[in-house]
């Protein structure tokens, strides 16, 4: 039984902090990409930044690089998103996913398994 469980969303002010957390279980978390999207109302659910499985790179969508920061913790099974300067634009449900293998451009495509999302809102 796969698993994903985000938590650490929140209501924070424009300019403010968030670190999301995803607890995963049920598969070998050490060889699988990370990654986090987020959907907003009306809205596709779109990319927001992944961490490899072999060597840790990361990578980001272009609107949030510098802000936010991706990192995990392969003895805890958890994935990290550190969000800094939150705007009010950043305001979403956000999900954690896994895929297997490197991360490419088809990340999305590839995904095995979806958290069931946590909620940041960003007020003005």
């Known amino acids: 039984q796969v698993q994903l469980v985000e938590s650490g969303g929140g209501l924070v002010q424009a300019g403010g902090s968030l670190r999301l957390s995803c607890a995963a279980s049920g598969f070998t978390f050490s060889v699988y990409t990370m990654g986090w999207f987020r959907q907003a109302p009306g809205k596709e659910r779109e990319f927001v930044a992944a961490i490899s499985w072999s060597d840790s790179s990361t990578y980001y969508a272009d609107s949030v690089k510098g802000r936010f920061t991706i990192s995990r913790d392969n003895a805890k099974n958890t994935v990290y998103l550190q969000m800094n300067s939150l705007k009010p634009e950043d305001t979403a449900v956000y999900y954690c996913?896994?895929?297997?293998?490197?991360?490419?451009?088809?990340?999305?495509?590839?995904?095995?398994?979806w958290g069931k999302g946590t909620l940041v809102t960003v007020s003005s």
């Open positions: 996913a896994a895929a297997l293998g490197a991360y490419s451009d088809s990340f999305k495509d590839r995904v095995k398994a």
